[in-house]
């Protein structure tokens, strides 16, 4: 019953033609304060335009109530990098518990299939990816510091007393 209405509750605002529109690859789970994307999130969908030239960006909000219809609003024209923004509205996503967002990240990437989900990381981020990607059964390439190509990313490690950056090349997840 949840999963219904969680997917119930999902809408889409495509903002490009139907001809220009074309199959998401990348989704930005964004945050919303009052009626505002956060600064965060915008610097999330920044990076996602460094995943390709030809990427499309879905920007994913949830919460209940008119500010969250007020921060769709705004989110689908806060960057010209994002092509839709998808709302989910429910009370069970109020608050930015891990659980039901993880689960909701879960249910959009079956029905989607993006090839990269980005989060903030922030408390947040770190609290809600871990249990996303273990329900997609995925390994999360975490505190990425640049992008460098599609499947490319820097991070730092912490070894020993050193930091160090670390590129990862992989397949599609």
């Known amino acids: 019953m949840a999963i219904r209405s969680l997917l119930g509750s999902i809408t889409r605002r495509t903002l490009l033609s139907p001809s220009l529109a074309r199959h998401a690859s990348t989704l930005v789970v964004a945050e919303h304060e009052s009626r505002s994307i956060k600064p965060a999130s915008l610097s999330a969908v920044e990076a996602a335009k460094r995943l390709g030239e030809d990427n499309s960006i879905s920007m994913l909000l949830a919460g209940s109530g008119p500010l969250l219809q007020e921060a769709a609003e705004q989110a689908a024209s806060c960057h010209p990098s994002v092509s839709e923004v998808l709302i989910a509205d429910s009370d069970r996503l109020l608050y930015p518990l891990a659980e039901p967002w993880a689960k909701l990240i879960q249910l959009i990437q079956q029905k989607e299939g993006f090839s990269h ?4 990381s922030d408390s ?8 996303a990607s273990a329900l997609l059964d995925v390994s999360p390439t975490t505190d990425v510091t640049e992008i460098t190509d599609t499947w490319q990313f820097v991070r730092p490690i912490y070894a020993g007393n050193v930091l160090c950056a670390v590129r990862y090349t992989g397949g599609n997840p």
């Open 117 to 120: 989900i980005l989060v903030t």
């Open 124 to 131: 947040f981020g770190k609290n809600v990816i871990p249990r």
